[in-house]
């Protein structure tokens, strides 16, 4: 089965900084999908982000970007911009057939 | 507004009783998975469902777990009997599926809280 890593399970951030959260994946496939999901307080799971395996070009939402390593394997998200909101868990997931996730990092963003 | 629905969002019962959870998956949805949340272990994956047929439940403990899907509508957990360790926020997502992967996201239901005393 895919592994997906997290290794940072804390991160902190000033307000209006710029934060890279960490993702690393151990799979022997070669079109599959990576996603960043958030977890604020409410516990609700939200889609920040989607990344094709097949698409060279790293995906972006508004101050949400990734950085896609595919032969390093690696899938790190970047927070521009950061905003109070942001503050919530982070987790990296990747589907191929199934779909797992890393440990997750938990973000805070200081006023 | 599509969403995943479950019930219920909070469950308090006795070490050794029955426990069923419910997620309904937005229509059209052919791949539903169930996860399993605690502190220490993150997001564990227990079992997925495409097009209703079970595909892997090898992250549950099959001695108590039990894991259906009836109708394209509904789709179960229950645990037999339940333990103070199963204490654990439960979450059903649903998906389409084309080929390997996920056409859009996998959409999660709210949870349900789970506490074994």
């Known amino acids: 089965a895919q592994t997906v890593t997290q290794s940072q399970p804390e991160m902190s951030v000033q307000e209006a900084e710029t934060v890279t959260l960490s993702c690393t994946y151990d799979?022997?496939?070669?079109?599959?999908?990576l996603f960043w999901y958030k977890q604020p307080p409410s516990r609700q799971m939200i889609l920040v982000i989607r990344q094709e395996a097949y698409k060279q070009q790293n995906a972006t939402e508004n101050r949400f970007s990734v950085n896609f390593q595919k032969a390093a394997k690696s899938f790190s998200l970047k927070i521009s911009d950061s905003q109070l909101g942001d503050t919530a868990m982070y987790f990296c997931?990747?589907?191929?057939?199934?779909?797992?996730f890393g440990a997750g990092t938990r973000l805070t963003v200081k006023p | 507004d599509a969403r995943v629905t479950q019930t219920p969002r909070h469950k308090v019962t006795e070490m050794g009783q029955e426990v069923t959870m419910r997620c309904q998956p937005i229509l059209g949805h052919n791949t539903v998975f169930w996860y399993r949340q605690t502190m220490m272990q993150g997001l564990e994956l227990l079992a997925y469902f495409r097009n209703r047929a079970p595909l892997d439940d090898s992250g549950m403990p099959k001695d108590r777990f039990s894991a259906e899907m009836p109708d394209a509508t509904l789709a179960t957990l229950k645990i037999q009997p339940s333990e103070p360790r199963d204490s654990a926020v439960y979450f059903c997502a649903s998906g389409l599926v084309e080929g390997v992967a996920l056409n859009t996201e996998a959409f999660f239901g709210q949870g349900t809280r789970l506490t074994v005393v």
């Open positions: 997931a990747f589907m191929f057939n199934d779909m797992r």
């Open positions: 799979t022997s496939e070669n079109n599959y999908y």
